[in-house]
Every structure is written in C-alpha cells, then in structure tokens.
C-alpha cells in the first residue's frame, strides 16, 4: 500500500514535528489549545505534546478568541530584542490568537491562519507577545490584512483579557502583566521571524 509523504507512523509532536507553514510568516500554521469556550487553561505538554489542563480559569472572563501557537518558534533574546521593557524571552513557542467567525468549540487543531498584528505584552519581566490573526478564507475577518482592519472592540477584548486573566490566580503574588503597544502587522512579521530564529538557534533546524 503506498502512503503519500510524509507519511507518520506516529503523531508529531505539535511544536517540534510541524512546521510554521510554507508561507509564514504572512500566513502560519497555528496549533489551537484553548477555546472561547473552555473554562480551564490547556496548553501542550512540552515533553509528551498532549493536551494538559493547566489550571481552572479564575475570572468570569473566558477567551475572546481562538489560542494557541505557531510551531517550531521559540521566544529567546531576538523576541527579547523587539520587546524594550522586557528582560528576557518566556522560554515557550510563540502565542497567537486567530478570529473566526464561526466559533470553533474544540482545541488540538491546526489552522492557517492570516497575521495582522500583535500586543507587545511583557509577563513578569519576560517578553510575552501575542500575535493576532485571522483564519485564512473566514468570511468576514479574511479579507483583514492589518490591525487596523479589525473592529477596536475586539482588539479592546483581547487585551482586557490578557490584561485580567491572573488577577484571581493564587499561585500570583500580584499580576505583573503588562501590554506596552499594540502593534501591525508588519511589526508582527518581524516578531514571527525573530522567534523562529530563536527556535533555530535553540533546536537547530
């Protein structure tokens, strides 16, 4: 029986064994952990690249879109360099929030997904960017090619999130969460490149 290439005999780890797309990165590969529906925090296990619940979200809010990262990126010193307030990258893949207009209620899926734009936010000191996208053919946010694009509101919702998100963790000593700018998509594009960069340079290719 012939299998058409690549052919994986087992599953691919979803940061290391994909790819961050042909086109990124103007269009990446993003890997969806977390939905506006779920009401605990999921993330992938770094050694196993399961799906692990992480904590139950504590505020009332939930996700006001889709969240994950784009694979095979790392956020080390060239993320740190683009992120001025920051003292060093957070050590994880490079997160990102895609828009879509029909909701999507399941997480470990992969989608492409179109970058406009990013907040530069910095996480107790370590640069903690999160790019902003939109899925690719999306009926009403496709077409969106630049933050600019977007309805205020829902870029508003992202960073009141982001911004309240562990405010009720009590494992936090006190939220040390802050958004330094709200950036396009050309500056995006410069902070993906960066990351897979970082990745390279702690991975090898």
């Known amino acids: 029986m012939a299998f058409p290439k690549p052919f994986y005999r087992w599953r691919p780890h979803p940061w290391h064994g994909l790819t961050p797309g042909e086109r990124a990165p103007e269009v990446v590969n993003a890997y969806i952990e977390l939905t506006p529906f779920d009401s605990v925090k999921l993330e992938v296990d770094k050694e196993t690249g399961y799906l692990r ?3 139950p979200q504590t505020t009332s809010s939930q996700p006001p879109a889709l969240y994950g990262f784009i694979p095979r990126t790392y956020c080390d010193v060239k993320v740190q360099a683009l992120s001025p307030k920051s003292s060093e990258g957070d050590g994880d893949p490079l997160d990102i929030c895609v828009l879509s207009e029909r909701l999507i209620d399941r997480p470990e899926i992969l989608l492409n997904a179109i970058i406009v734009g990013g907040l530069q936010m910095v996480d107790g000191g370590e640069a903690d960017d999160k790019i902003i996208a939109v ?12 933050i600019g694009d977007l309805p205020p509101i829902l870029v508003d919702r992202l960073r009141h999130y982001f911004l309240t998100y562990k405010q009720l963790n009590p494992t936090a000593k006190r939220p040390t969460v802050s958004i330094e700018s709200v950036y396009d998509a050309a500056h995006a594009k410069k902070v993906i490149e960066a990351s897979i960069e970082d990745y390279d340079q702690a991975f090898g290719t």
């Open 135 to 146: 899925l690719e053919n999306d009926h009403l946010y496709g077409r969106a090619k630049d």
């Open 53 to 55: 619940v992480d904590r």
